[in-house]
């Protein structure tokens, strides 16, 4: 007995249909070019005001610390006149050799000054265990020359002939300087009280010094001396 299937004629005979498949249709499409230059241009504007935001933002951090600097430095500034004039002493130097009693001579025109000029000496200097070939007095000077405020200092009181002073440069931009005096014999403690200049063989009572400064406007401070009766 044959294992073998058998096939009906009937299916044997039917023709095989072919099957054709046509191009698959889909509702997708691309971007045209007025929608991609529609994009272009947003972005474009997007990244045009982003820009400036940002260079507005540095522009300003700079600002703020150039303002931030110029700052400390009037404070540095305003420090060491304060620390100069509080412990000024009552102590004459030598000018060229010369002696001189003048303890304090300030006014227009000192040291050179485009404006007014001040000189005196004062203590407290820094010399640990006098260690150094110096005394605790320093003779300082301040004038204004080519709008900057400049400190004028040596290493001892009493220099030799033709010594030339080290400047020190404390502000810029600076529009005026003006210092006032208070004697030790004035009584009135108005405003009428201050007067233009002074050289005198005693400190006087007070000091005021205004600076008028590009940056910070008028600044006005003023001293009182604990050795004007000396």
């Known amino acids: ?3 073998l299937i058998r096939i009906p004629k009937q299916l044997s005979r039917r023709p095989v249909r072919s099957c054709k498949i046509g191009p698959l249709r889909s509702d997708a499409r691309g971007f045209t070019l007025l929608e991609i230059l529609i994009a272009m241009a ?8 982003s820009t400036g935001v940002l ?3 540095i522009d300003s951090d700079e600002l703020s610390t150039e303002r931030f600097e110029k700052l ?3 404070q540095r500034a305003m420090l060491t006149i304060e620390r ?3 412990q000024g002493v009552a102590r004459p130097v030598r000018v ?8 304090m001579l300030g006014g227009d025109g000192i040291l050179d000054s485009n404006h007014d000029g001040l000189i005196f000496v004062h203590g407290g200097w820094h010399n640990p265990q006098l260690r150094l070939p110096r005394s605790t007095l320093q003779g ?5 020359q080519e709008r900057q405020l400049q400190r004028l200092y040596g290493n001892y009181v009493d220099n030799v002939i033709g010594y030339e002073p080290k400047v020190k440069v404390l502000l810029e931009n600076i529009d005026d300087f003006k210092v006032y005096f208070i004697p030790v014999d004035e009584d009135q403690e108005d405003d009428s009280a201050w007067q233009d200049d002074y050289s005198d063989v005693v400190l006087p009572k ?7 400064s590009q940056d910070f406007g008028l600044i006005r401070r003023e001293f009182l001396l604990a050795g004007a009766s000396s």
């Open 55 to 57: 260079t507005s933002v």
């Open 140 to 144: 300082v000077g301040y004038r204004v």
């Open 72 to 74: 400390q430095t009037l």
């Open 1 to 3: 007995m044959s294992n």
């Open 206 to 212: 007070a000091v005021a010094i205004e600076i008028t």
């Open 84 to 86: 100069d004039i509080l």
């Open 96 to 103: 060229e050799g010369e002696m001189s009693e003048r303890v």
């Open 42 to 49: 947003i972005f474009t504007l997007i990244g045009i005001a």
